[in-house]
């Protein structure tokens, strides 16, 4: 069974600098995608980032970035210049072969003026 | 803008008096998930639809029920709903490849209140 690990409950940063929350899985699946979601304090979830495992190349979306390490079941997401609207629940998901996701417990960010 | 709709946002019910919260999708997706969230933790998966095809969870109590009478439209009910029932409702969509893996799109939530 698929098991997706963040070991950080809770971070922060200050505003303008960068911050990196880690996620660990496993599987035994060869071809699966990797997700982080942003869930903002009552609002709604928002995926920020996908990377698909047969990609070598880090997926980057403007200030988001992942850092995936295939071999080490890594995967990272960086947060440049963060911002005050960044502060959310951050959670890794992994999916495989089924249509489920496999969440992480949740790194709750918060951006510091 | 395509998305997915969540009514209402927030429910109060009474302890054992049924309820149903409903979700609707302008994206045309296949899959549709329900899922339950509980503060500060990550959403569980309840059930979900590959188009008719009902799949439920292992460990989800047979107090919830769900309808997916078309494509657009998925239903969860409560039938006697406990105070630990108290969460937040969460509809997903996905366009259901066939190899999985696809983007999960969330809508905003219910929040079901049971007094």
């Known amino acids: 069974a698929q098991t997706v690990t963040q070991s950080q409950p809770e971070m922060s940063v200050q505003e303008a600098e960068t911050v990196t929350l880690s996620c660990t899985y496993d599987t035994s699946e060869n071809n699966y995608y990797l997700f982080w979601y942003k869930q903002p304090p009552s609002r709604q979830m928002i995926l920020v980032i996908r990377q698909e495992a047969y990609k070598q190349q880090n997926a980057t979306e403007n200030r988001f970035s992942v850092n995936f390490q295939k071999a080490a079941k890594s995967f990272s997401l960086k947060i440049s210049d963060s911002q005050l609207g960044d502060t959310a629940m951050y959670f890794c998901?992994?999916?495989?072969?089924?249509?489920?996701?496999?969440f992480g417990t949740g790194t709750l960010l918060a951006v510091q003026p | 803008d395509a998305m997915v709709i969540q009514n209402p946002r927030y429910q109060v019910t009474q302890f054992g008096k049924p309820v149903t919260l409903s979700c609707s999708q302008t994206l045309n997706h296949n899959v549709m998930y329900w899922y339950q969230q509980k503060s500060s933790q990550a959403p569980k998966l309840l059930f979900h639809y590959y188009d008719k095809d009902f799949n439920n969870e292992a460990d989800t109590p047979d107090n919830f029920q769900s309808r997916r009478p078309n494509t657009s439209f998925c239903f969860l009910d409560i039938r006697s709903p406990g105070l630990g029932d108290a969460a937040m409702y969460l509809c997903?969509?996905?366009?259901?490849?066939?190899?999985?893996?696809?983007?999960?799109?969330f809508g905003p939530g219910t929040r079901l209140l049971v007094l």
């Open positions: 998901a992994f999916g495989g072969a089924t249509n489920k996701l496999i």
């Open positions: 997903a969509t996905s366009r259901g490849g066939a190899e999985g893996q696809e983007t999960q799109y």
